[in-house]
């Protein structure tokens, strides 16, 4: 909690206007010494602008910057760190094949004549690293390690700079709970040594369970900072989006039906044809959300990519309702009824240059009534496209918009659109509503509840533990391409599927219903 | 609203290419004034020696006629991410082959002509077609391998036209005169009985051939694949396409264009195949002239005439008022210079178009937080 009246860290009437858009219409934002404070919003509240603004990444049109009570002007980061601000990216800035030692100390590294200093830069580190008690191996190679510990590598980096002021920018995204129960006590213990921490989020729990304060963001206007002890989930979250909402799914009991998905000891290498999937063997039926949990990179991607056809096993069978799938081809898998929703909308989802009718027809372009013959019908598939963008709400000026000017939720909503509107027997979803909206996210998950009550079977793939728990009716976790095991959702908890994320405990051999 | 927002793209484009090309020709001005000539009337003997006469004008569309059909070469793999260098090449393999089989004897008259032409494009597709499974199969790189093959069509072309088919008696390296019926007509002197333009029926094929790639490219099922393809081949797998096919399809139909700009020469204006000792260079400008049509069918067709008249004027000036043709080489060069670096001349002159990739950026990075 603050320590003295006089804020660390002060920013007044921010103001930064971009040609579409107003980011930031003048912000107040005050930073305590020693406080955890979140910075909460929605996509597009404008709380990474005032970030990158302090952090000298973007210049402010109106308002001033006041460190320790005096005005500063922050021309870049070169700047920022110069008075002790230090930034943690969402997306880490490190150099892998370097080790931890040589990226901590890059770009103000101790030399010795021209060549770097390394047992002066290890022992610096070290030094570091003891004093804030934040053990790294400083030897490792950055690749080898976890991302939480690239993490605290990113933090070492910031307090080796001698940063007062630590920015986190959505540092949860890429942990598992493990880790962020550790980051929460790391982020405490440098607050109680007087470090003033801001970490930007858009999960609720997370505020409740790491801020001291929280000042809230909605479409570049501050709404109000409140002290966690005298708000709620719920009081945040209408802050945040500006209504009422509804924050769990209501969700009926499932009805399985037939099996629809089976695989059976599934092998596959990854594109660096290293073994991803280890003998992955899981069902999913009619009617049902099979959800698979796991730190990114655990061969969900892959197992995504096997189901759909996109990827061929090694080994190992792939049945869908009966018929045996290995080695078809993505459109053939189609068109036996499976629909995926990729894990990357821009990446693999979308063809961003093309118009958001062209997309909508994207995997059945092919087929009649959009195909006659070799020629492609227009009016066709612009009709379907019209259809729906009203079905589905899509926020666009019309069918023949390019995609590229969508909002990420309006993109995703073109996918899901596209994914759902054959009626699929499988439905294979990544990370459906990565990077949305509350708003967005309500949505899509709504849609994805309403085809496994219409009897469609579901395998969702998500990093986000707090979604698969509120959806899937039960839930696999992924451990180094291997199924760590397999319950029921209500007869799991959250730190039980933590453990196995991070590869804690002996194989479980859970219940497969 | 589409069409208005089409109309002020199509506007803003015509405008950057005009002061592209408004301000090589200035730059080539400079250069005539530093040779001691006046810009002014060296400019004037260019545009007279381009489009003064039924005659020069004709003549201005016969260079420009393969030049849209390696423009569209290019452009057409262009769609779909590929560059083909390799347009001269399949080019040269289209003139050998339109020679060869326009010497064949006993065929019908049109259908002759129409026979030569499915040649040289068969000829064509094949020689592009070989860096498409390269680039498909192996990831060869299809700069690198379209390049080795311009000269593997160059010395190709070199020992056919100068052992197996060379014209009796042997003494020099080019092929029979094709047959009559294998001809394109030369018709400007039907209208105008003193103008002797080689223009001829070979500028209808390449128009034509202009509608064929936008209705490929725009209205058919391969076209949609060639194009999602070229913005992002993930996508295209994950939409059930087959990206291999498809680059190959591509590279092959790009390289039946040019093997069809190929064939125009041979039926059109020189009824042979004589011994080439360069590229022909309608390969390599066919770059250009895609680059200013945008790779746009229509685009291609401005820009070829645009190229065409340079090129045709430019022997004219020089006959003319004694420049040196090779000022307009400069021209030329700087023209695609400035095309080139297309980006950078929209940051000098479209502030606005600053602002907006500056907002659209904005609205990623807002969205991204």
Same mark, same amino acid.
């Given at each position: ?513 | ?133 390269? *680039?498909? *199969? ?232």
């Amino acid at each position: 909690m603050p320590a003295s009246n006089q804020p660390v860290l002060e920013m007044r009437g921010i103001v930064k206007r971009f040609p579409d858009v107003l980011a930031n219409a003048g912000i107040d934002f005050a930073l305590a010494k020693g406080e955890i404070h979140a910075l909460l919003g929605e996509n597009g509240s404008g709380k990474t602008t005032l970030m990158k603004i302090l952090y000298g990444l973007f210049t402010l049109d109106q308002g001033g910057i006041y460190i320790n009570g005096s005005s500063v002007k922050i021309n870049g980061p070169r700047d920022a760190i110069s008075r002790g601000i230090g930034m943690v990216h969402q997306h880490f800035m490190l150099i892998p094949p370097f080790t931890v030692v040589e990226n901590i100390v890059l770009g103000i590294e101790p030399r010795r004549g021209l060549a770097l200093d390394r047992a002066k830069a290890r022992e610096e580190v070290l030094r570091v690293s003891e004093k804030f008690g934040l053990y790294v191996d400083p030897d490792a190679r950055v690749e080898n390690i976890s991302l939480g510990m690239q993490q605290r590598v990113e933090i070492l980096k910031a307090l080796f700079r001698q940063a007062e002021v630590l920015i986190l920018d959505e540092p949860t995204a890429v942990l598992t709970p493990q880790e962020v129960t550790e980051l929460a006590s790391i982020l405490r213990k440098l607050a109680e040594g007087g470090k003033s921490i801001i970490f930007i989020t858009h999960k609720l729990r997370e505020v409740m369970a790491m801020a001291d304060r929280v000042t809230v963001l909605r479409r570049g206007e501050k709404v109000g900072t409140m002290t966690r002890s005298e708000t709620s989930i719920e009081q945040l979250a209408s802050m945040m989006v500006g209504r009422e909402v509804e924050l769990t799914m209501h969700k009926e009991p499932s009805t399985p039906g037939a099996e629809i998905l089976r695989l059976e000891g599934v092998c596959a290498l990854n594109k660096r044809r290293l073994p991803a999937l280890k003998n992955v063997s899981l069902t999913v039926r009619a009617g049902e959300i099979l959800g698979i949990a796991g730190v990114e990179g655990n061969g969900q991607s892959e197992l995504v990519e096997v189901v759909t056809g996109m990827r061929a096993p090694t080994s190992g069978s792939i049945f869908l309702e009966g018929r045996r799938i290995n080695g078809l081809s993505p459109r053939e898998v189609h068109s036996l009824g499976v629909a995926h929703v990729p894990e990357d909308r821009q990446r693999r989802g979308l063809v961003l240059d093309f118009t958001v009718a062209e997309n909508m027809v994207l995997t059945d372009y092919a087929f009649k009534p959009f195909a006659k013959g070799i020629s492609q019908d227009w009016s066709e598939v612009r009709g379907y496209a019209r259809n729906l963008i009203q079905e589905y709400d899509v926020r666009v000026p019309g069918e023949d918009t390019s995609t590229i000017s969508l909002s990420g939720g309006n993109q995703q909503k073109v996918v899901v659109a596209r994914a759902l509107a054959g009626g699929p027997r499988l439905l294979v979803v990544a990370q459906p509503t990565r990077g949305l909206d509350i708003g967005a996210i309500e949505y899509v998950h709504r849609r994805i509840l309403a085809e496994r009550n219409r009897g469609a079977a579901v395998l969702l793939i998500s990093l986000e533990l707090d979604e698969l728990m509120s959806l899937v009716d039960r839930i696999a976790v992924m451990y180094e391409g291997e199924i760590a095991g397999i319950f029921d959702q209500a007869a799991v908890t959250e730190s039980r599927l933590g453990l196995l994320m991070a590869g804690g405990g002996a194989r479980v051999g859970g219940q497969t219903g | 609203m589409k069409q208005k927002r089409n109309l002020s793209h199509i506007g803003r484009e015509v405008a950057i290419i005009a002061a592209t090309v408004f301000v090589a020709l200035l730059i080539g001005g400079i250069f005539v004034f530093i040779a001691g000539r006046n810009p002014l009337s060296a400019y004037a003997a260019l545009l007279k020696g381009a489009f003064g006469s039924w005659y020069s004008l004709g003549e201005t569309l016969v260079y420009a006629t393969p030049l849209i059909l390696t423009g569209l070469a290019i452009a057409l793999a262009y769609r779909c991410n590929l560059f083909n260098i390799g347009a001269e090449g399949q080019l040269i393999v289209g003139m050998i082959a339109a020679a060869w089989i326009g010497t064949w004897a006993g065929i019908p008259p049109v259908l002759h002509a129409v026979l030569v032409l499915m040649g040289a494009m068969l000829a064509g597709g094949i020689w592009g077609g070989i860096a498409g499974v390269l *680039k498909a *199969k192996t990831g060869a790189h299809e700069v690198i391998n379209t390049i080795m093959l311009n000269y593997l069509a160059l010395y190709f072309s070199h020992y056919l036209v100068t052992k197996p088919l060379i014209a009796p008696p042997g003494t020099s390296p080019m092929t029979r005169t094709i047959a009559g019926g294998a001809m394109f007509p030369q018709f400007v002197q039907w209208f105008f009985p003193h103008s002797y333009s080689r223009l001829n029926m070979g500028l209808f094929v390449a128009l034509l051939a202009c509608l064929a790639v936008y209705l490929l490219l725009w209205k058919t099922t391969l076209g949609y694949e060639i194009r999602a393809v070229g913005f992002n081949q993930e996508a295209a797998r994950y939409g059930g396409m087959k990206v291999s096919r498809t680059i190959i399809l591509a590279m092959a139909f790009s390289g039946a264009l040019a093997g069809l700009g190929g064939a125009t020469v041979v039926q059109g204006v020189q009824h042979k195949f004589f011994d080439l000792f360069g590229f022909p260079g309608y390969g390599f400008d066919g770059i250009a002239v895609a680059l200013i049509g945008r790779n746009h069918p229509i685009g291609i067709i401005f820009g070829a005439i645009l190229f065409g008249a340079l090129y045709n004027g430019a022997q004219q000036m020089q006959s003319v008022s004694n420049i040196p043709k090779e000022i307009i080489g400069v021209v030329q060069g700087t023209i695609i210079l400035f095309v080139a670096v297309e980006s950078a001349f929209r940051w000098l002159i479209l502030p606005r178009y600053r602002k907006a990739k500056a907002a659209k950026e904005a609205g990623k990075i807002g969205s991204a937080a």
